[in-house]
């Protein structure tokens, strides 16, 4: 069992930079892909970035590659999602997931955070 606990969300402007944290304060993210989803109001799910747990290999949706870098420490059980160059419609809901498998589906992902709120302002 791993119970996630996302940080770090808030208002920000257009342009501006902010770094979400996703900490297992259950269990452990070892041996878990991790990713970020996020979803906006009235929107659907959405993936956003993904980490492998052995050797990172991160993964982004095409919105967000290189503008956001996703990154994990397994000795501290914890993953981050650094955005970078933000718009407003980078606004939404951003949630982190692990999985034991892999993929960009929701329904891989068996362990939610709880969620932490980003709105970018114009």
């Known amino acids: 069992q791993v119970r996630l606990v996302e940080s770090g969300g808030g208002l920000v402007q257009a342009g501006g930079s902010l770094t979400l944290s996703c900490v297992a304060a259950e269990g452990t993210i070892n041996g878990y892909v991790m990713a970020w989803f996020r979803q906006a109001p009235e929107k659907e799910r959405e993936f956003v970035a993904r980490?492998?747990?052995?050797?990172?290999?991160?993964f982004y949706i095409d919105s967000v590659e290189g503008r956001f870098f996703v990154s994990r420490d397994n000795a501290k059980n914890t993953m981050w999602l650094q955005m970078n160059s933000l718009k407003p419609e980078d606004t939404a809901i951003y949630y982190c997931?692990?999985?034991?498998?892999?993929?960009?589906?929701?329904?891989?992902?068996?362990?939610w955070g709880q969620g932490t709120q980003v709105t970018v302002s114009s």
């Open positions: 997931a692990a999985s034991s498998g892999d993929g960009a589906r929701a329904s891989n992902y068996g362990y």
């Open positions: 980490v492998t747990w052995s050797t990172p290999d991160t």
